[in-house]
């Protein structure tokens, strides 16, 4: 019998095959190891295949997509309902051609290369900051065992080692620990700032993250990562289901023809999430619109700042949806 469609479990060394027929019967289980997969499915005719969006299933679907077949990733929340009992690679594989031929599954676009190594920049930055956090934290906590303390934000660090090279308050080994702190620091900054500019460099270059940069709030790190994530705008029906599935719609607990609903989901894409809240909080402190929209001032006068600027954030991410699938630039009058 021909197999119609393919379960494929990844892994790092052993990979679970489950084949079907037209039929939906089982006619091929088998595991291969890494070296033997592309030698497999080129041997076979072209048929569904189906992953989960985990770990390196862009690079498999566009391998298994050169050879002719329909590659199709599945979200991993989407398969673990058609999981049976027990928990192993047979099962998941199973699991996952079931979920492929359902109807009504969502799809995850493959990645091409390019917009992979535009996230491998977004994820490094995202690594780098996080550590200049942490050291200036530790700065800051050392030297306040001294008395030495200043203003918080990243500008006033250098203030605050200044103060410490003129104060004879704190001892020798303490001053050798923090100028190492003060060094490691400085060449984190100077790889943000290289990642920084080699992502700016890919906006000016890009016309769809040029679209994005124009609605208020998004600049070149918010547009290139939702420009390097989202592969295919037309995967989502609309502004409200590309805000979904970043998490910025509330959770619903309705029952009874009565519609509950609660705090925002908070599923989906973590990063983008939290850089739209970010921007939207820019957006409410630094914006003459913002003070001049009456949306806005609605919202402030009835809720707190941060669940203002969280409501902005599913706006902001309705306003990119739009821009990315009509391909025109945001436009003030269709925000009134």
């Not at 104060?167 to 060094?183: N, Q, T, Y």
């Not at 402030?300 to 902005?312: D, E, G, I, Q």
């Amino acid at each position: 019998m021909q197999i119609t469609t393919i379960g494929l479990d990844l892994a790092k060394h052993i990979f679970q095959v489950h084949g079907v027929d037209a039929d939906g019967a089982a006619v091929e289980k088998r595991r291969l190891r890494r070296g033997q997969v592309l030698t497999y499915f080129a041997k076979l005719p072209a048929c569904v295949v189906g992953m989960e969006a985990c770990a390196t299933a862009h690079f498999w679907g566009r391998e298994l997509r050169n050879l002719g077949h329909d590659v199709r990733l599945i979200p991993p929340q989407y398969v673990k309902p058609y999981v049976r009992r027990g928990k192993n690679d047979a099962a998941d594989a199973a699991a996952i051609c079931e979920a492929v031929s359902r109807p009504h599954m969502r799809f995850v676009p493959i990645k091409s290369v390019e917009q992979q190594s535009l996230l491998v920049m977004h994820r490094a930055r995202d690594l780098l900051v996080r550590q200049r956090t942490q050291l200036i934290n530790a700065i800051r906590g050392h030297l306040a065992e001294f008395g030495l303390i200043q203003a918080q934000g990243v500008s006033n660090v250098a203030r605050l080692l200044r103060d410490m090279r003129e104060d004879i308050v704190v001892p020798e080994p303490a001053r050798v620990v923090i100028e190492l702190f003060a060094e490691q620091l400085g060449a984190l900054e100077e790889r943000i700032d290289l990642i920084e500019a080699r992502l700016a460099a890919w906006h000016k270059a890009s016309e769809v993250s040029r679209r994005l940069a124009t609605i208020p709030g998004i600049g070149p790190i918010i547009a290139t990562a939702i420009t390097a994530t989202v592969a295919d705008p037309s995967a989502f029906r609309s502004g409200r289901e590309f805000a979904a599935w970043l998490g910025l719609t509330p959770t619903q607990r309705s029952t009874g023809g009565k519609q509950r609903l609660g705090r925002i989901s908070r599923k989906g894409d973590q990063y983008i999430r939290r850089l739209l809240i970010i921007g939207a909080q820019t957006v409410l402190l630094r914006s003459k619109a913002a003070k001049a929209n009456a949306w806005i001032q609605g919202l402030l006068a009835r809720c707190p700042r941060l669940k203002v600027a969280v409501a902005l954030a599913n706006k902001m991410a309705r306003i990119a949806w739009a821009v990315m699938a009509k391909g025109e630039p945001y436009r003030q009058i269709a925000s009134a």
